[in-house]
């Protein structure tokens, strides 16, 4: 069984559209979290939540939207899509408040290209 | 801002021991993670330290010095598959987490 998922794997787009990416964790962890990692593999936190509550929310453009529906699923909704916004998405999650102490779990990511 | 400083390579052969180094200029550090990417893959935990000192998790040990500003991931019996990019992961505040700038290691026969 998949830990954390997410879907799509592969997401290309063109400019100014509007897409989501998803993510779901079946290890009944409380935290969850998004990561992108650009071209030069710098790995940036955007966002963390706390059953279903934003704890941490990072300077992202506001055209990035987080969704957590409940503690097991943590959404991405990107308005806008610009050229800058390719890279790979990574979702996590963990036991316990955020607070980088606990071993986060990766899915798979999702490499995002925009044209 | 705050940062954590890795090397960008480090090469060495198999059977070496190799250091990789996270230094950080930011003020209060409360823990220091590391993780462990292949090419095309996903970041997978290694180690954590909470506390000042030595962490050993088989060929793998991690360091922390809160008071020198740095820690260390510590690799033994290099094999072919730890070729790999290694990121350290720090907590910088509440709730506030930043990855190093991470280490490519390149592992050679």
């Known amino acids: 069984d998949t830990a954390v998922s997410q879907t799509p794997k592969y997401l290309v787009t063109q400019m100014g559209n509007d897409k989501s990416i998803k993510c779901e964790q079946n290890?009944?962890?409380?935290?969850m979290y998004w990561y992108k990692q650009d071209s030069k593999k710098f790995l940036k936190i955007m966002f963390s939540y706390n059953n279903k509550e934003l704890i941490i929310n990072e300077t992202v453009p506001n055209r990035f939207s987080p969704k957590s529906p409940d503690k097991a699923h943590l959404n991405l909704h990107i308005n806008s899509l610009e050229l800058g916004d390719s890279a790979v998405y990574f979702c996590a999650s963990s036991q316990g408040v955020a607070g980088g102490t606990y071993e986060q779990y990766f899915g798979p990511g999702t490499r995002l290209t925009v044209t | 801002g705050q940062s954590l400083e890795q090397p960008s390579e480090v090469t060495a052969v198999e059977g070496a021991i190799v250091q990789i180094n996270c230094t950080y200029q930011?003020?209060?550090?409360?823990?220091l993670s590391w993780y462990q990417q292949h090419d095309g893959g996903a970041p997978t935990f290694l180690s954590y330290?909470?506390?000042?000192g030595l962490e050993e998790t088989g060929r793998f040990s991690s360091f922390l010095s809160r008071s020198d500003s740095y820690g260390y991931l510590l690799l033994q019996e290099l094999q072919m598959k730890d070729s790999a990019s290694y990121f350290c992961l720090g907590r910088t505040g509440f709730q506030k987490l930043v990855f190093g700038t991470g280490t490519r290691l390149l592992v050679s026969p």
């Open positions: 330290n909470g506390l000042d």
């Open positions: 930011t003020s209060g550090f409360y823990g």
């Open positions: 290890l009944g962890h409380d935290t």
